[in-house]
């Protein structure tokens, strides 16, 4: 009797670490929202290549916590709220998932509304100031969602005292003080164009050429660029994100190129934009906030964009990488917690992390759930295309290397 009972238990106790080990095999399924078919499709491929990335990563591993990963993706198409809410909806109804992360979904980030509602984690490298004005209402309630990128304040004040201090260098002459700006009538398009105009009508620069096209595909830039040509700007601004729409902007401007310095927003970041321009691109500038810091002087970034390029054979613009590290950061806060329903305390986890990422160290401001913004955090950093390379020309503390007079441009 002794022996069976011993049996018995012994059978049981073996049951009950194998349905623990059952539990911590199950898959949790990471939702990513992604624009997979129209313009800004290249964006989303890249998002799905990040977060694929990190999952091959964590499962080889053994998972974390526990659990192994599964990806669940949702287009959203043109960014309209009708297909944003629409693939919100289905990532929220799919049994399993348990985390949503995106580049950018909504321009106008509501979508942080519906993640509350639901109480699902959320991160998001979307327009910061749309992201910061929803959750600085209630910081509290928004405790599910996260912005890896910092402050946008550094689109709408920092290009003034960059191209000043080309100036000062002798690299172009500005000394006219005109600038031509052209915007897409998006909330980030219109958001950082507002802000220029402010900050170069604060420094004594007269605002020649002050245009907004649609929100979509740009089909011919000419009757905006025969203003440009009419007068004569010192710095030409383009804001129109889609890569396709900024590629054709510079191929029509170099078929009559002004005395201009060409800063164009974003779209130059993305690969796309180099494969359609080429060689013609040498000389646009750029910024990024959450951009990757490919440089020596910032391992971790150097690091994972050369494991990028040999995993996928390509470029990571700022989203294949940021996309991989958003993934790890989530892992990171599930080790913490070790349960991933319980989505209040990976939210919390999540705000209260520090990370050092391809972009930078990543911190979130309380008020605003926004990364904090910053040399010493994320900084803004300035861009020149050089025969299809891209080089860092600031901050000074990560420059790859110095700006070059543009091609279709005349030295001081």
Not at 10 to 35: C, D, N, R, T, Y
Not at 224 to 229: D, E, G, S
Not at 230 to 243: A, F, G
Request: hydrophobic share 45%; net charge negative; with cysteine.
């Amino acid at each position: 009797m002794l022996k069976k009972l011993s049996t018995r238990i012994g059978a049981a106790s073996a049951a009950l670490i194998l349905g623990a080990g059952l539990v911590q095999a199950e898959v949790v399924k990471i939702g990513v929202l992604a624009p997979l078919t129209g313009a800004t499709a290249s964006d989303g491929e890249e998002f799905l290549r990040g977060v694929q990335w990190a999952v091959e990563e964590a499962n080889a591993k053994g998972g974390v916590a526990g659990y192994t990963f599964e990806v669940e993706v949702a287009d959203v198409k043109d960014h309209s709220a009708a297909n944003v809410s629409s693939a919100v909806e289905r990532l929220l109804g799919t049994d399993g998932v348990e985390v949503i992360l995106t580049g950018y979904a909504s321009l106008s980030m509501f979508e942080v509304d519906l993640m509350a509602e639901a109480n699902m984690p959320y991160m998001a490298a979307g327009p910061s100031p749309a992201f910061a004005a929803i959750v600085s209402q209630d910081p509290d309630y928004y405790n599910c969602c996260w912005s890896y990128t910092a402050d946008f304040k550094g689109y709408e004040t920092d290009v003034l005292p960059m191209v000043e201090s080309l100036e000062a260098a002798g690299k172009v002459d500005l000394s006219g003080k005109k600038i031509a700006m052209i915007s897409s009538d998006n909330p980030y398009s219109k958001t950082i164009s507002e802000g220029m105009k402010a900050s170069f009508a604060a420094g004594g620069w007269d605002i020649v050429v002050d245009e907004m096209v649609p929100f979509g595909e740009v089909s011919d830039w000419k009757v905006i660029l025969a203003k440009v040509a009419e007068t004569q700007p010192d710095l030409v601004v383009n804001t129109d994100y889609i890569p396709g729409n900024s590629a054709l902007f510079l191929k029509q401007f170099l078929e009559a190129p002004t005395n201009s310095l060409v800063f164009l927003q974003y779209a130059p970041s993305v690969p796309e934009f180099v494969d359609l321009t080429g060689a013609q691109s040498t000389g646009v500038l750029y910024n990024l906030i959450g951009g990757p810091l490919d440089t020596d002087k910032w391992p971790r970034g150097q690091e994972l964009m050369q494991a990028y390029r040999d995993k996928f054979d390509m470029e990571s613009g700022a989203y294949g990488v940021g996309l991989y590290e958003m993934a790890n950061m989530y892992f990171k806060a599930l080790e913490e917690v070790g349960d991933p329903t319980d989505h209040d305390a990976i939210g919390k986890a999540i705000g209260a992390s520090t990370a050092e990422t391809v972009a930078g160290v990543v911190e979130f401001t309380p008020e605003t759930h926004v990364a904090k913004a910053g040399n010493d955090y994320m900084p803004v950093t300035f861009w020149q295309l050089r025969d299809g390379a891209r080089i860092m020309v600031g901050p000074e503390k990560y420059a790859t290397g110095a700006f070059q007079t543009p091609p279709w441009m005349s030295a001081k």
